[in-house]
């Protein structure tokens, strides 16, 4: 049974730390460059992201001539204060929407 365990005692504990080190070592710096190349894909993404979007970009609706609209009864005032606030429900959630209010009727 001696003879098995043997080796085990006779072992440089120097070459044992240095070869812990070593792939210590060696296992940080992947992860690191793992890291690197993910952060360097998000930011290529985010460009062309950003390009595309700029590329997308639709321009202000022009607003309705006002022969088009149809007045049922309703204030130009009204119109303006429910889009104003459609619009402004949207802009916090965030949503692109690109809608005219063209006609509110009376229930």
């Known amino acids: 049974m001696e003879n098995l365990l043997e080796p085990w005692f006779k072992m440089n504990v120097g070459e044992g730390a240095f070869y812990a080190l070593f792939g210590l070592v060696f296992v940080i710096a992947g992860i690191a ?38 007045d049922d009864g309703v204030s130009p005032e009204t119109v303006a204060v429910i889009t104003a606030a459609l619009m402004s429900y949207y802009r916090k959630e965030n949503a692109k929407c690109d809608f005219v209010v063209r006609r509110i009727k009376r229930l």
């Open 33 to 70: 460059l793992l890291v690197l190349v993910l952060m360097l894909i998000g930011f290529i993404m985010k460009k062309v992201a950003a390009k595309k979007e700029k590329k997308t970009a639709v321009p202000a609706s022009p607003s309705l001539p006002t022969a088009e609209i149809q």
